[in-house]
């Protein structure tokens, strides 16, 4: 009886000691990718955005990045920087997450990226692209897919130069993509800053502000504000009544869809720079805007956009190196020396960060009603980052 | 165009200050009253938007919102008093604040559970989303002016109970002693409830109507609760004339200072040290009123307890 039963547990050790490296060779590792993003909040509909294009990508894709089947682990990090620092080091730790991605806001990133570089596993930027990671901290496992912070603004910049706005009154919140955008204004608006101001990060309330610029009568207004805050701004700047009396020029992340969606119609008229638009032909971009309007019953914003060019830049690097992204060097260059994404093909500089153009476009309202953005012209042409000659990486 | 100036910020100043007097009001006589520190009235505001946002949006009008989020939030706060708060009166106030922490984990969890991690919209009404002219040379947000008299009307009749009605009396009799109040026979356990769901209601109509100047999301009522404390910390634990007074200094002097003191600063020094400076000086402004408050007068400014 006895001896039936060791009889009967060898047969059983054998048959699962037999199964395990069986499994183990014939399923292809996973690839472990760690998504911290804001998903709550004021700024959650720029995580949102970010990750339902990131899905997408995948899916278009087959879920299989460079060949590899994938899995994406979720974080939110509240837009609160500690949060994410406890996500980051458990996705590294606990979950031993292979790659990084998500992160919207500046802040958030510039906590964590020591933990990720330390880890030596990459992080790429679908979002966040702080001047700090663009000069001489640039780092061999940081790439930015979409822009780096100053770029957009410097497009509006220029386009303010253009039209020769005399005095212009300038806005951001008060945290490192704030004065990053400010200062990339700055470069090329050569006109007089009336004043400079910057408010809390999360600020929802800008009366005060609105007054002010109110009294100093310019003659423009530039504002960057993403999520939330824009969506307050942009009312308030409406109901104040100055829509009407002094020009507001914004950054595409404060004129795409998530912040249209809730403002509406005062909008219309609004120009606003972005390195994306719904109208850019090429078919990767069709076929994005076509599947991301059809999947998730909405239009989706550059930030959509981003996120599904993140999932591309992976999916090009790690075919490169046949999904081995212990061959840093290699996954990197083949990034940087381009990948086809919903903008054409993106080179970029060795810090990171794209070449690429810079558009003009305007807030319409079409025949049917909606409230879109229009690509109108380009105001920069294989524009890249005022940081890179600082970089030393090859 | 400095007296238009002068005279929007002032405005912007008591719009928000009768905002958080609306908030302050009930927290002051949670506190002073009952003698109970009352960490989940942020959340009570917080439903407050949220009903408003979800009744507005179903109903298509704003105002049925905030009637909707007044009597939600009342009924709310008379069940959260009758379970919860009742069964802490008698414990010191460490118990008190770890009772109404948790209900602030629950009611944030409960609220991202049934409306979603992301903010609600909630829209000023159409006939308000215009600028009227208030004088010659200066238009305002007719919204804001509306939220301006909404609050100032809530001050008056709120004064006109507490100094003018019997239920008033009693409150006022168990702010300043609770033990002799109850002596005298006044029904306590009653004017508690009364009380508890007054104060949510005066922090539901607050959130209703910042909620289009704000956002409604979750998390919302911990940001201005800090500064409703602030605000009864500077009037004296248990006023509501402090609380008024309090909440207009603290309304006026945060905005006056997030307006006039970086550009000062932009005179007196380099532009990055004034953009590094201001605006952080600014956020700090108001704390450094509580401290010289609670330097020079401990008590508060209208303290009710001899």
Redesign the interface.
Known sequence: MKVKRTAVVCVLLAAVLSLVPWQARSQPRTLRIGFVSTLSGGGAALGVDVLDGFNLALRHLGNRLGGLPVEVLTADDQQNPDVARSAVERLLRRDRADLLTGIIFSNVLLAVGDLVFGSGVFYISPNAGPSEYAGSQCNLHFLNVAWQNDNLHEAMGHYAQLKRYETAFILAPNYPAGRDALTGFKRFYKGQVVSEVYTRLGQLDYSAEIAQIRAARPRAVYAFYPGAMGVNFIKQYAEAGLMQQVPLLLPGFSADADVIRAVGKPMVGVFNSSHWALELFNPINRRFVEDFRRSYNRVPALYASQGYDAALAIDHGLRAVGGDLSRKAEFRNAILSGFDSTRGRVRFNRNGYPIQNYYLRQVVESANGEVVNRLVGTIFRNHGDAYASQCRLR | ??G??VV??LL?GL??GLMLFLLSAGLTLVLGVMDVVNLAHGSLYMLGAYVAATVAGATGSFWAGVGAAVVATAAVGLVVEATVLRRVYPRDHLTQVLATFALILVFNEGA?IVWG???L?LS?PPEL???VAVLPN???????LVVLGVGAGLAVLLFLVIHRTRLGMWVRAGASNRAMARAMGVPIQQVFAVVFALSAALSAVAGALLG????V???MGEDILILAFVVIVIGGIGSVKGSLVGALLVGTVD?AG??FL??LF?QLMS?EAA?NL??ALA?VLIYLLMAVVLFVRPQGLFPVRA
């Open positions: 165009m400095a238009g100036l929007e910020q912007n719009q928000f991202r991690p992301q903010a919209l000023v989303s215009r600028p200066l238009t305002y947000s007719a919204y804001r289009p100047i704000l956002a999301q979750v998390g905005t997030r307006a970086p550009p932009a532009p953009s201001g605006p956020s």
